[in-house]
């Protein structure tokens, strides 16, 4: 359904919500502060939400804040996306069993369908989330085990209202208001939220909420912060599309000036929403009686995932953050139709090495100086 304005919950009943939820059978997950990082955890009340807490980004930083504020949501992003709740960072995707005759048996997978609600999605992460849905469940192959989690998802977003420094979602058209994708959307207010509904479960499950309709000045306070999360945001990807220009300048001199820099550690790809790329392997029991075949995210930046057909075809940190940067932001366009960022700037925030994304990218395409 096309998204609708719903109304206006009063701040004291957004409890009532979460209890909307638990009532219908899900798991009810919401951002919560743990060592010192804002992340999604098992929430069953609302008081557990990071009231009056703000982040601070940069290359290679990350600190979280205290402000008098009766905001729940008043901080960018912390490292988590929607991606560990899909693509899970490790699993077991079949077994294989010798029986007592000696014959081999194979476990067939059983994906299971768990209820979920997400409380506190960004508009980046939805974004992040069709990405991931394009290649888990739009291909020839379906992948089971993505598509019954994504079965259960509930997911009730939240408008961004305090961008951070290195979030350039507005560039890339993602951000920082949700658009679609959602099942509930609010803008966070002083007093309450402004409840969007995006889909006919959710449209459903509020109909017990009493809402109130939205004011005139409740809208205009709405816009103008969509307004301001825009215009804070100074960072921006190039201008031009950059399919065909990062593998035109595959020779560019900076690439080896970013090798010298990156440790080759994974972090950009663990904390990318749209990074997909994993490996398989199997653990057999000491007895050899059984065997776990498991999937685990991977990286471009491990020497096996350039490993290939017998070679190795990135034999160093130039050609796998190369080959990092010009799949996401130039062969993504032919394989998925669009960029694979979502300007959520987790990359450059969390690489050690405070290697800023954005900043590569111009210079690599040409757009600025070094
Ligand atoms: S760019 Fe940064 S986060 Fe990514 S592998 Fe290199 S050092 Fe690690
Ligand atoms: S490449 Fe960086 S900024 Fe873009 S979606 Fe991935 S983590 Fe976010």
């Known amino acids: 359904m096309q998204p609708q304005l719903a109304g206006f919950l009063p701040r004291e009943h957004l409890q009532q919500l979460v209890e909307l939820l638990q009532l219908h059978d899900y798991e009810v997950f919401g951002p919560q502060v743990r060592d010192g990082a804002i992340v999604y955890l098992n929430l069953q009340d609302v008081t557990q939400l990071p009231q009056g807490v703000n982040d601070h980004q940069a290359a290679g930083y990350y600190r979280l804040g205290n ?12 490292p988590e996306s929607l991606k560990p709740f899909l693509f899970a960072p490790r699993e077991v995707i079949w077994q294989a069993r010798r029986s007592s005759e ?12 768990q209820k979920r609600a997400v409380l506190g999605v960004r508009a980046c992460d939805l974004a992040g989330l069709r990405l991931q849905d394009l290649h888990f469940l739009k291909s020839e192959f379906k992948d089971p085990w993505y598509e019954a989690r994504r079965k259960g998802l509930f997911l009730i ?16 058209g993602d951000g920082p208001a949700a658009g679609m994708g959602f099942d509930l959307n609010l803008t966070e207010l002083d007093d309450g939220f402004l409840i969007e509904v995006g889909s006919d479960e959710a449209e459903d499950l509020i109909a017990t909420l009493r809402l109130k309709p939205a004011s005139e000045e409740q809208l205009s306070a709405q816009y103008a912060q969509y307004k301001h999360a825009v215009e804070v945001q100074q960072r921006a990807l190039p201008d031009i599309p950059l399919m065909n220009i990062l593998q035109n300048n595959h020779d560019h001199p900076r690439w080896d000036d970013i090798a010298e820099r990156c440790l080759a550690c994974g972090n950009c790809t663990q904390v990318c929403p749209s990074c997909f790329c994993h490996s398989e392997g199997d653990v057999v029991t000491l007895d050899g009686e059984q065997s776990d075949h498991v999937r685990e995210w991977d990286s471009c930046f491990t020497a096996d995932h350039g490993y290939l057909a017998g070679f190795q075809v990135r034999p160093d940190t130039k050609s796998r953050y190369r080959q990092w940067m010009t799949h996401k932001l130039d062969s993504w366009h032919a394989q998925y139709g669009r960029s694979g960022c979502v300007g959520c700037g987790r990359c450059t925030t969390w690489c050690p090495a405070e290697i800023d994304f954005v900043k590569e990218a111009r210079i690599v395409s040409g757009e600025d100086e070094v």
Request: aromatic content about 12%; charged content about 15%.
């Open 157 to 172: 977003s939240v408008n961004c209202a305090r961008p951070a420094d290195t979030c350039f979602c507005a560039s890339t």
């Open 67 to 78: 402000t008098p504020s009766v905001r729940y949501f008043d901080w960018a992003n912390g």
């Open 102 to 113: 000696g014959a081999i048996e194979f476990i067939p997978p059983e994906p299971v369908i």
